[in-house]
Nanobody
């Protein structure tokens, strides 16, 4: 069965950094693209970033481009999101997710996602 388990969230000051991890199991990496969604209180879920199958081309929402970096370790079946220069607007629950295409995932659509990890950016 497909499982996605996020970790690494927490409280950080504006301008700080966090690295999120996602332990994936129950599927092969060529079955789906992998990425991250987030949902802030009172807002709809939105796509954050995605990494393609194969060579792993990254895609980012405009709001995080240049600040966040997505990567994966195929040997460890682990997905990462390095978040730098964090802003209060980044406060949300972040979800590891799979989708058929990165276009879908960055648009906020996914086939499956994990339980989420809370990221709070505040002074």
């Amino acid at each position: 069965q497909l499982q996605l388990v996020e970790s690494g969230g927490g409280l950080v000051q504006p301008g700080g950094s966090l690295r999120l991890s996602c332990a994936a199991s129950g599927f092969t990496l060529d079955s789906y693209v992998l990425g991250w969604l987030r949902q802030a209180p009172g807002k709809e879920r939105e796509g954050v970033s995605c990494i393609s199958r194969g060579v792993g081309i990254p895609f980012y929402a405009a709001s995080v481009k240049g600040r966040f970096t997505i990567s994966r370790d195929n040997a460890k079946n682990t997905l990462y999101l390095q978040m730098n220069s964090l802003k209060p607007e980044d406060t949300a629950v972040y979800y590891c997710a799979v989708a058929d295409t990165c276009g879908s995932l960055v648009a906020g659509r996914s086939n499956f996602w994990g339980q989420g990890t809370q990221v709070t950016v505040s002074s």
